[in-house]
């Protein structure tokens, strides 16, 4: 069964802590995503990545960075969370441009 | 870039009624357009998807029509069941995809 896993289903940090999602995907897709999906907003492109050592931004990067040193493993860094960061976060892989994206069960990140 | 919007944002049915989501796009360029399904707590799931090239497409009780001139993109469901409470996002892409606000689709038993 193919899979996308996320490391932590819940997580609560405070403002200016340094905040690692992590994502890692056991179908050797090249291509990884990091989506933010908040109510009435739907799901917002944060950074994507097609190759190892890759990224590229998306729709709403600042205050984002993400690291890929393995093919299956596509990290979001918040350098310095703020309130306004609060917001389900949703990693997903896919094979390639106009395929079927596969979604990890998603991270509900809360800064106080 | 692309944007796409869904409507309505919240459906309710009754068990065994139809229900349809309507998806815009603004891009004429995309040709490929999927549709997902959220579960409560789970990432969202390709249910159905349909490539420009084609007018519509069936999956059992889950269908999607394309209209590529007036660019809008429906999901129909028939005979809904309880199980098919969930939120549905459409999507559109020609070289990074787009997804719309969402729908919550509620069935009544």
């Known amino acids: 069964d193919v899979k996308v896993t996320q490391s932590s289903r819940y997580l609560v940090k405070r403002t200016g802590e340094k905040v690692f999602l992590e994502c890692v995907q056991d179908?050797?897709?090249?291509?990884m995503f990091w989506y933010r999906q908040d109510p009435g907003l739907g799901l917002r492109l944060i950074y994507f990545?097609?190759?190892?050592?890759?990224?590229e931004k998306g729709d709403i990067p600042e205050g984002y960075s993400v690291s890929r040193e393995k093919k299956e493993r596509f990290s979001l860094i918040l350098e310095s969370a703020s309130t306004n960061q609060t917001s389900m976060y949703l990693c997903?892989?896919?094979?390639?441009?106009?395929?079927?994206?596969?979604f990890g069960p998603g991270t509900r990140l809360t800064v106080l | 870039g692309e944007n796409v919007e869904q409507h309505p944002s919240t459906l309710s049915v009754q068990e065994g009624d139809s229900a349809v989501i309507k998806c815009t796009y603004s891009?004429?360029?995309?040709?490929?357009f999927p549709w997902y399904k959220q579960e409560l707590g789970k990432g969202p799931q390709l249910i159905i998807d349909?490539?420009?090239?084609?007018g519509e497409k069936k999956d059992q009780r889950i269908a999607v029509t394309l209209n590529k001139t007036a660019k809008h993109f429906s999901l129909h469901i028939t005979e809904t069941q309880p199980e098919d409470s969930a939120v549905y996002f459409c999507?559109?892409?020609?070289?990074?995809?787009?997804f719309g606000a969402g729908t919550r689709l509620t069935v009544k038993p």
């Open positions: 997903a892989s896919d094979r390639g441009r106009g395929y079927e994206q596969f």
């Open positions: 179908m050797d897709h090249e291509n």
């Open positions: 990545s097609y190759d190892v050592k890759m990224k």
């Open positions: 891009d004429s360029a995309s040709n490929y």
């Open positions: 349909i490539r420009s090239n084609v």
């Open positions: 999507a559109a892409m020609q070289y990074d995809m787009r």
